[in-house]
């Protein structure tokens, strides 16, 4: 079945280090991917999405990566910061798909 | 603030009660869902509501009650829940189903607790 997986389930790093955040999907009729981010007490925060026809994406700080051959999804934090500890998830759907299928979560620790 | 806000923030209930989850969303969206996120587990989806027709149930025990009277408001009534049913339940809203692909907005859930 559908499923969206991650590699490590933490992650941890120093204050100004680069941090990479992977993720393996299944269904190869995705289009559409989000990485979230969750700190603790919240609800999932949208931090960057990507669709399929595209094989990079950049925000403030954060690139994601999609490599449709091998169905990885990668999240790229540049000069991680404390406030960047939190748990990811990444998330994706297909057209046909009713609703957003998430991965598992890789917990971020930023030390100072 | 997300646009989305759950009340009440936590909930402590019996096995006997019946209790109602409540989510409003402020982003002129037109999907609204509710997710169930317990340890360890990916968040899943429980109900899918577009332009307020249900069009998912995921497989979801009938001790668990969507409604949704606008596109604004949803509701998750509870009744005779199980202590496994202890979670926190995040309500999400997004743009219409069928139209282009667009993040779900989430609010920062009930934390249930079933005694």
């Known amino acids: 079945g559908e499923s969206v997986g991650l590699h490590l389930p933490t992650l941890s790093v120093q204050e100004g280090d680069n941090s990479i955040i992977n993720c393996a999907y299944s269904n190869s009729a995705s289009d559409y991917f989000i990485w979230y981010k969750q700190e603790s007490g919240k609800g999932p925060q949208f931090i960057i999405d990507i669709r399929s026809n595209m094989d990079k994406r950049q925000g403030q700080r954060v690139t994601v990566l999609l490599n449709k051959t091998v169905k990885h999804l990668s999240l790229q934090i540049a000069a991680t910061q404390p406030g960047d500890s939190a748990v990811y998830f990444c998330?994706?759907?297909?057209?046909?798909?009713?609703?957003?299928?998430f991965g598992k979560g890789t917990t971020l620790s930023v030390s100072s | 603030e997300t646009g989305v806000t759950q009340t009440p923030r936590h909930l402590v209930m019996g096995m006997t009660n019946k209790k109602s989850l409540k989510c409003e969303q402020h982003?002129?969206?037109?999907?609204m869902y509710w997710y169930k996120q317990s340890a360890k587990k990916p968040l899943e989806l429980m109900f899918v509501?577009?332009?307020?027709?249900?069009?998912e149930n995921n497989s979801v025990p009938s001790r668990f009650s969507p409604e949704c009277p606008n596109s604004s408001h949803l509701f998750l009534h509870l009744h005779t829940l199980q202590p496994e049913d202890s979670a926190l339940y995040l309500c999400?809203?997004?743009?219409?189903?069928?139209?282009?692909?667009?993040?779900?907005?989430f609010g920062n859930g009930t934390r249930l607790t079933v005694t």
């Open positions: 509501y577009n332009f307020k027709e249900q069009t």
């Open positions: 998330a994706e759907k297909s057209q046909a798909g009713t609703a957003l299928i």
């Open positions: 999400a809203s997004s743009q219409g189903q069928g139209s282009i692909q667009s993040p779900l907005h």
């Open positions: 982003l002129g969206h037109n999907a």
